[in-house]
């Protein structure tokens, strides 16, 4: 089953503006992952924030994780017509780094 | 750094056919290996990983299987498709927490 749950489910902005992705979840995590999907490639690696950080940057990527909420969010600052894709959260599981589990993601489309 | 290989890139296949995908890592010894299916316009299901040669840990019973005959092999199978079996697999490597993945194998069963 998923584990993570983003939403929105689709998102629409214009090119310039931020935009803001959230994720919850269901169990106790070891860390939280962000990736990005263009349409039919494989995943790209955004940013991992561990269970004890709160907030982390990586360019334009602001990412928070609030574990008493079970919740994180990711923005992107600035966007840009390239960054239309689909965003996915995924969490590891606290007691297996095995257990990596997805939501079913945000589809960003940034307009030029 | 490390590399994922997937192939093939594309493939039809009909149903009751037999199946095999294959992923190679190169750039890291000993990695764990995943394999991912992802529906249509939906988030990834954990199918299998492997921590090491001959491993495999299933997530979800299904006609599919999985094999590590190689530190930096892991297969895919199934004996005869379904339908459902229809989606993009990727294969995964795990490395300090992360997971890195492959290009995908995209499978269409008509």
């Known amino acids: 089953s998923q584990q993570g749950e983003e939403d929105p489910q689709a998102l629409s902005i214009q090119e310039g503006e931020n935009a803001t992705m959230n994720c919850s979840y269901k169990t106790s995590i070891n860390n939280l992952q962000w990736y990005r999907q263009n349409s039919g490639r494989g995943l790209v690696h955004l940013i991992l924030i561990r269970s004890n950080e709160r907030e982390k940057h990586s360019g334009r990527l602001r990412v928070t994780l609030d574990t008493s909420k079970k919740s994180s969010s990711l923005l992107i600052t600035a966007s840009r017509a390239a960054d239309t894709a689909s965003y996915f959260c995924a969490t590891t599981h606290r007691y297996n780094n095995n257990d990596m589990r997805f939501g079913a993601g945000t589809r960003l489309t940034v307009k030029p | 750094s490390q590399t994922i290989h997937q192939w093939p890139a594309t493939l039809v296949q009909p149903v009751g056919s037999p199946l095999s995908l294959e992923c190679t890592v190169e750039?890291?010894?000993?990695?764990?290996l995943y394999w991912y299916r992802q529906a249509a316009g939906r988030g990834l299901q954990l199918l299998f990983y492997?921590?090491?040669?001959?491993?495999i840990s299933s997530e979800v019973p299904q006609n599919l299987s999985a094999s590590r005959p190689q530190d930096r092999q892991f297969i895919l199978s199934s004996k005869k498709l379904l339908l459902s079996d229809s989606g993009f697999y990727l294969c995964?490597?795990?490395?300090?927490?992360?997971?890195?993945f492959g290009p995908g194998t995209r499978l269409t069963v008509l």
């Open positions: 750039g890291t010894s000993n990695p764990n």
């Open positions: 995964a490597l795990g490395l300090a927490g992360e997971k890195f």
């Open positions: 492997s921590v090491g040669i001959g491993q």
